[in-house]
Protein backbone atom coordinates (compact mmCIF):
# COMPACT_ATOMS: atom_id res chain seq x y z
CA UNK A 1 0.00 0.00 0.00
CA UNK A 2 1.60 3.57 -1.06
CA UNK A 3 0.70 6.48 0.88
CA UNK A 4 0.61 10.15 -0.34
CA UNK A 5 1.17 13.29 1.68
CA UNK A 6 0.82 16.51 0.38
CA UNK A 7 2.03 20.30 2.17
CA UNK A 8 2.98 23.42 1.42
CA UNK A 9 -0.59 24.88 0.62
CA UNK A 10 -1.66 28.06 1.83
CA UNK A 11 -2.79 31.31 0.90
CA UNK A 12 -0.95 33.16 -1.28
CA UNK A 13 -1.03 36.44 -3.35
CA UNK A 14 -1.79 36.46 -7.38
CA UNK A 15 1.00 36.45 -9.08
CA UNK A 16 3.08 34.25 -6.64
CA UNK A 17 4.58 31.33 -6.07
CA UNK A 18 4.05 27.91 -4.40
CA UNK A 19 5.80 24.81 -3.83
CA UNK A 20 3.67 21.67 -3.16
CA UNK A 21 5.64 18.25 -1.95
CA UNK A 22 3.74 15.32 -1.66
CA UNK A 23 6.15 12.37 0.26
CA UNK A 24 4.94 8.90 -0.12
CA UNK A 25 6.03 6.20 1.58
CA UNK A 26 4.95 1.89 1.65
CA UNK A 27 6.07 1.68 -1.77
CA UNK A 28 9.13 2.48 -3.90
CA UNK A 29 8.35 4.83 -6.49
CA UNK A 30 10.42 3.65 -9.69
CA UNK A 31 7.39 2.11 -11.42
CA UNK A 32 4.48 4.64 -10.69
CA UNK A 33 3.40 7.60 -12.75
CA UNK A 34 2.75 10.59 -10.53
CA UNK A 35 0.14 13.06 -11.08
CA UNK A 36 -1.41 16.11 -9.18
CA UNK A 37 -4.87 17.21 -9.31
CA UNK A 38 -7.02 19.85 -8.00
CA UNK A 39 -10.91 20.34 -7.00
CA UNK A 40 -12.02 24.08 -6.92
CA UNK A 41 -15.21 24.94 -5.13
CA UNK A 42 -18.44 23.57 -6.63
CA UNK A 43 -16.79 22.31 -9.43
CA UNK A 44 -15.11 18.36 -10.51
CA UNK A 45 -11.76 17.30 -10.34
CA UNK A 46 -9.50 18.13 -12.51
CA UNK A 47 -6.11 16.77 -13.69
CA UNK A 48 -3.19 19.16 -13.52
CA UNK A 49 -0.39 17.46 -14.22
CA UNK A 50 1.43 14.33 -14.47
CA UNK A 51 5.07 12.87 -14.70
CA UNK A 52 6.31 9.35 -16.12
CA UNK A 53 7.63 6.66 -13.75
CA UNK A 54 11.17 7.06 -15.89
CA UNK A 55 10.60 10.89 -15.18
CA UNK A 56 11.09 11.80 -19.17
CA UNK A 57 7.25 12.85 -20.01
CA UNK A 58 5.11 15.62 -18.23
CA UNK A 59 1.37 16.61 -19.36
CA UNK A 60 -0.47 19.65 -18.26
CA UNK A 61 -3.49 21.02 -18.41
CA UNK A 62 -3.37 23.93 -20.77
CA UNK A 63 -4.83 26.43 -17.54
CA UNK A 64 -1.63 25.64 -16.04
CA UNK A 65 1.10 25.04 -18.93
CA UNK A 66 3.90 27.21 -18.46
CA UNK A 67 3.18 28.57 -14.74
CA UNK A 68 3.58 25.03 -13.02
CA UNK A 69 5.74 22.30 -12.98
CA UNK A 70 5.78 18.79 -12.06
CA UNK A 71 9.17 17.20 -10.79
CA UNK A 72 9.90 13.80 -9.05
CA UNK A 73 12.63 12.63 -6.72
CA UNK A 74 12.93 9.08 -6.23
CA UNK A 75 15.35 9.04 -3.96
CA UNK A 76 13.37 11.24 -1.49
CA UNK A 77 9.99 9.58 -2.50
CA UNK A 78 8.35 12.41 -3.20
CA UNK A 79 6.83 14.61 -6.12
CA UNK A 80 6.33 18.33 -6.63
CA UNK A 81 4.10 20.94 -7.96
CA UNK A 82 5.77 24.46 -8.25
CA UNK A 83 3.29 26.97 -9.61
CA UNK A 84 4.02 30.35 -10.77
CA UNK A 85 2.36 33.62 -11.58
CA UNK A 86 -0.77 32.05 -9.53
CA UNK A 87 -4.10 33.25 -10.51
CA UNK A 88 -7.44 33.17 -8.57
CA UNK A 89 -8.62 30.63 -10.48
CA UNK A 90 -6.40 28.51 -9.49
CA UNK A 91 -7.87 28.36 -5.79
CA UNK A 92 -8.54 24.83 -5.22
CA UNK A 93 -7.78 21.41 -3.12
CA UNK A 94 -4.69 20.47 -4.58
CA UNK A 95 -4.13 16.24 -4.14
CA UNK A 96 -1.16 14.43 -5.70
CA UNK A 97 -1.78 10.42 -7.19
CA UNK A 98 0.15 7.80 -8.03
CA UNK A 99 -0.59 4.91 -10.57
CA UNK A 100 1.16 1.85 -11.10
CA UNK A 101 -0.26 1.21 -14.60
CA UNK A 102 0.82 3.70 -16.49
CA UNK A 103 4.41 2.48 -15.92
CA UNK A 104 6.23 3.91 -19.10
CA UNK A 105 7.49 6.81 -20.77
CA UNK A 106 4.74 8.62 -20.88
CA UNK A 107 1.04 9.65 -18.70
CA UNK A 108 -1.89 10.64 -18.96
CA UNK A 109 -5.19 11.50 -16.84
CA UNK A 110 -7.25 8.81 -15.82
CA UNK A 111 -7.86 6.49 -13.07
CA UNK A 112 -5.18 6.97 -10.55
CA UNK A 113 -4.61 3.94 -8.03
CA UNK A 114 -3.18 6.38 -4.66
CA UNK A 115 -4.30 9.54 -3.54
CA UNK A 116 -3.58 11.81 -1.00
CA UNK A 117 -5.20 13.60 1.37
CA UNK A 118 -5.09 17.09 -0.40
CA UNK A 119 -4.12 20.70 0.80
CA UNK A 120 -5.72 23.49 0.45
CA UNK A 121 -4.20 26.47 -2.12
CA UNK A 122 -6.11 29.62 -1.48
CA UNK A 123 -5.02 32.70 -4.17
CA UNK A 124 -6.43 36.15 -3.16
CA UNK A 125 -5.35 39.70 -2.18
Known amino acids: QLQLVESGGGLVQPGGSLSLPCAAS????????LGWFRRAPGKEREGVSC????????NYAGSVKGRFTISRDNAKTTVYLQMNSLKSEDTAVYYC??????????????????WGQGTQVTVSS
Open 51 to 58: ISSSGGST
Open 26 to 33: GLPLLFFA
Open 97 to 114: AADPFQYGSSCRFGEYKY
